[in-house]
C-alpha cells in the first residue's frame, strides 16, 4: 500500500481526503478527494490531483496536469488544496 511521504505537511480540509497512486517508479500522485455528492456525476465523490513526489529524490512537483509533471516545489509553499504555485503581483503579495 503507498502512503504519504513521511515530511508532507498538510492535514486534508474538511470533507476531503488525499490518496495516493503509483504514478512512474520513483513517482508517485497526490490525489486531493472532496466526499460531498455532486449531481453532475451521480452523487459520486470527485478528486483533483494535488501534486507528485519524487521518493527517490524526496522532492515535491506541481502539476501541469493529471498526468505532466511540473516544476519542483518547496512543500513549504504550497496549500492544502494544490502545490500549484500562485502568481501575484507585488499588491497581491501585500495583502498575504
Do not use: C
Not at 451521480?42 to 501534486?51: A, C, D, P, Q
Not at 519524487?54 to 502539476?63: C, E, G, L, Q, T
Amino acid at each position: 500500500m503507498i502512503e504519504l511521504p513521511i515530511d508532507f505537511p498538510h492535514k486534508p480540509p474538511k470533507n476531503y481526503t488525499y490518496e495516493v497512486e503509483q504514478f512512474k517508479r520513483n513517482m508517485i500522485s497526490i490525489w486531493l478527494r472532496d466526499h460531498r455528492s455532486y449531481d453532475y456525476n451521480n452523487g459520486k465523490s470527485v478528486k483533483t490531483i494535488w501534486g507528485f513526489y519524487d521518493s527517490k529524490k524526496k522532492v515535491y512537483y506541481a502539476p501541469i496536469n493529471s498526468k505532466t509533471v511540473g516544476k519542483e516545489v518547496d512543500v513549504r509553499d504550497t496549500r492544502s488544496y494544490t502545490s500549484m504555485q500562485l502568481k501575484l503581483n507585488p499588491l497581491e503579495l501585500a495583502f498575504l
